[in-house]
């Protein structure tokens, strides 16, 4: 005889995850007072196979750009909760780790197009996947630039420096050049010059240059010192 499904007393059954691979019958009893009872049970069903996932094709939202974060929207999948797992690709190439519903471009994604995929999954649910369609090719970030500013007296024999403010997402490669009424000074490349007598009368201007991996390389030039003294 079938295990009795507790609660289960209605002309309808909708079969349920405890169900998968059984069959299932229902017995029916007459009753009529005066006569006696009689129960006579169904033939058995086919074997329970697991149900359909209602599902979404996931979709993309955000600048693919380096840097930029970009959000999967799952869509409405069903019925009831279901559970779901994420994982981007990078042109079709899994990326390692990248399996939450946001990912943020990194210089590798640079000039590729990226998918995320969604799996749904539920108990006695067949597992389902849908696949996102491909972002635009991702672009060079954009970086977070300073203006630079230059302290020290503008005086011969006198060392100024260059702040370069802040850069970011560090870190930030930053290189500097000197300038001398607005021509470059040969070898004058780092952080802090040194006033000479070529100087007397001229003001000094400072260049930084940032740069990292994936994103596009910026210049900041700072205002004019003085005019050199002696």
């Known amino acids: 005889a079938g295990v009795l499904i507790v609660g289960a007393t209605a002309a309808t059954y909708t079969p349920t995850a405890s169900d998968v691979a059984a069959t299932l019958s229902v017995k029916v009893t007459g009753s009529k007072s005066g006569y006696s009872t009689v129960s006579k049970t169904s033939a058995p069903t086919t074997a329970v196979a697991k149900g359909s996932l209602t599902r979404s094709t ?4 955000g600048t693919p750009m380096v840097g930029s974060g970009l959000t999967a929207a799952p869509g409405t999948w069903g019925p009831g909760a279901v559970t779901l797992r994420y994982q981007w690709y990078r042109s079709g190439a899994i990326i390692i780790g990248a399996n939450a519903a946001t990912y943020t471009p990194v210089a590798e994604d640079l000039g590729a197009m990226l998918t995320v995929k969604a799996t749904g999954s539920k108990t006695g649910f067949t597992t389902f996947s849908r696949t996102s369609v491909p972002t635009a090719a991702v672009v060079r970030g954009s970086l977070v630039r300073a ?3 230059v302290s020290g007296t503008a005086k011969v024999g006198s060392t100024l420096t260059a702040s370069s403010g ?19 000074i040969t070898g004058a490349n780092a952080a802090t010059y040194k006033a000479t007598t070529t100087d007397v ?5 400072v260049k930084v240059t940032g740069s990292k991996p994936g994103y596009t390389a910026f ?3 700072s205002v004019p010192t003085a005019a050199v003294a002696k």
């Open 201 to 205: 009368a001229k003001t000094l201007t």
């Open 166 to 184: 802040v850069w970011g997402p560090a870190p930030v490669t930053l290189r500097y050049q000197w300038y001398r009424a607005g021509v470059t």
């Open 58 to 61: 996931p979709t993309v939202t």
């Open 219 to 221: 210049s900041r030039t």
């Open 147 to 149: 203006t630079p500013t």
